[in-house]
């Protein structure tokens, strides 16, 4: 069964950097799409990132281009979140979630937990 499980959260200063990692097992298909996803409390779920395919596709919303990176280790299973330059508006909890294609309007099948990410002085 498909599994994911999020880790690095924590509590970051205003213009830091934090590493967010998806731990991923299951899958019966080579390279699936994964995505970062965030809810801010009061807020809308809202579309991070994604990457997929053997060269590695990368996709970012508007809101985090050229500030977050998203990479993927598959010797380890590990699809990871580099975030860099954050401010208090990336507060949220993240999400790592799998589908069949890198999309906005998707809605992934499979999601991790979540865990919270603080930017805050």
């Known amino acids: 069964q498909v599994q994911l499980a999020e880790s690095g959260g924590g509590l970051v200063q205003p213009g830091g950097s934090l590493r967010l990692s998806c731990a991923t097992s299951?899958?019966?298909?080579?390279?699936?799409?994964i995505a970062w996803f965030r809810q801010a409390p009061e807020k809308e779920r809202e579309w991070v990132s994604c990457i997929r395919g053997a060269e590695r596709e990368q996709y970012y919303a508007d809101s985090v281009k050229g500030r977050f990176t998203i990479s993927r280790d598959d010797i380890k299973n590990i699809v990871a979140l580099q975030m860099n330059s954050l401010s208090p508006e990336d507060t949220a909890v993240y999400y790592c979630?799998?589908?069949?294609?890198?999309?906005?309007?998707?809605?992934?099948?499979?999601w991790g937990q979540g865990i919270q990410v603080t930017v805050s002085s």
């Open positions: 299951g899958f019966t298909t080579e390279y699936p799409a």
């Open positions: 979630a799998a589908d069949m294609v890198c999309s906005e309007l998707s809605t992934p099948l499979y």
